[in-house]
């Protein structure tokens, strides 16, 4: 029996756990289904913190990229006090994660954890018109398919449906969502995602990736700047701020972050 040092946090639903102490690659995605599992500490994913690196490193069950998850570090981040520094009444910081090719940017102020979303390489590049109310948006670690609720309705066996989707558009990543979506007075998410080498799939209560992959949609990858809430099936917003500086274009998510527990688990 294995003993881990754990925290558990909700970044605006989503449960994430997150592993302090080092397990190999090859052994991650075994111990996450485990602890997600309904006998043990439950969650909707599971990455792999180490906070004595520089920049402090998050390795997620499956090398796919999470900004909730970044968030989630973030957090832990702060209240371990490493790898952050305060900056303008906050903490600002850089964390190195699985499915982004350079560090991302933290910040921690106003009650909020905000992560930087890395985005692709050319401006729209990541963003394709599958069909009417259809649109497929791929980001470095991830990939979502992102569907208008009124014209694609949720499905009862989302799982089915979602592995039907990825089929037919021969969709390929370490994780993929299936974002339904409506975008009228306010903008919601139901966001189903399949993470690969754990065959998991999840209907989240919350998705990082998920609501920036709806700004992108929207605004076809062309929206910047541009400032969108949007609201998680945990009844909480997840903001999405797209920023852009000559020819420079950034993309954060923002939101408060709830640790609700922390100690150790048995695998």
């Known amino acids: 029996m294995r003993t881990l040092r754990f925290y558990?946090?909700?970044?605006?639903?989503?449960?994430?756990?997150?592993?302090?102490?080092?397990?190999?690659?090859?052994?991650?995605?075994?111990?996450?289904?485990?602890?997600?599992?309904?006998?043990?500490?439950?969650?909707?994913?599971?990455?792999?913190?180490?906070?004595?690196?520089?920049?402090?490193?998050?390795?997620?069950?499956?090398?796919?990229?999470?900004?909730?998850?970044?968030?989630?570090?973030?957090?832990?981040?702060?209240?371990?006090?490493?790898g952050l520094s305060p900056h303008e009444g906050g903490l600002r910081g850089e964390l190195s994660v699985s499915g982004a090719e350079a560090p991302v940017g933290l910040r921690v102020e106003g009650g909020e954890c905000w992560a930087q979303m890395p985005l692709p390489g050319e401006p729209g590049m990541g963003v394709r018109e599958l069909g009417p109310g259809l649109g497929l948006v791929r980001l470095p670690g991830i990939a979502h398919i992102c569907l208008d609720e009124e014209r694609h309705p949720f499905p009862g066996d989302f799982a089915g449906a979602a592995a039907s989707l990825r089929a037919r558009f021969d969709v390929e990543a370490e994780a993929v969502g299936c974002i339904w979506y409506r975008a009228n007075t306010s903008c919601a998410i139901k966001p189903v995602v399949?993470?690969?080498?754990?065959?998991?799939?999840?209907?989240?209560?919350?998705?990082?990736?998920?609501?920036?992959?709806?700004?992108?949609?929207?605004?076809?990858?062309?929206?910047?700047?541009?400032?969108?809430?949007?609201?998680?099936?945990?009844?909480?917003?997840?903001?999405?701020?797209?920023?852009?500086?000559?020819?420079?274009?950034?993309?954060?998510?923002?939101?408060?972050?709830?640790?609700?527990?922390?100690?150790?688990?048995?695998?």
């Open 8 to 82: 558990k946090a909700v970044p605006g639903g989503n449960p994430t756990i997150l592993i302090l102490d080092p397990v190999p690659a090859g052994d991650r995605a075994a111990v996450s289904r485990v602890l997600m599992g309904a006998g043990h500490l439950q969650a909707e994913q599971v990455g792999f913190l180490d906070l004595a690196a520089r920049p402090v490193r998050l390795d997620m069950m499956g090398g796919e990229f999470c900004g909730n998850a970044c968030r989630a570090a973030a957090a832990v981040m702060a209240r371990e006090g490493s």
């Open 194 to 267: 399949w993470v690969r080498s754990t065959a998991s799939t999840h209907f989240e209560t919350g998705c990082g990736s998920g609501s920036l992959a709806l700004a992108l949609w929207l605004g076809r990858g062309q929206n910047f700047p541009t400032d969108l809430k949007v609201l998680q099936p945990s009844g909480n917003p997840i903001g999405v701020r797209l920023e852009e500086s000559g020819f420079v274009r950034r993309a954060w998510i923002h939101g408060p972050v709830d640790l609700v527990a922390r100690g150790e688990a048995f695998v």
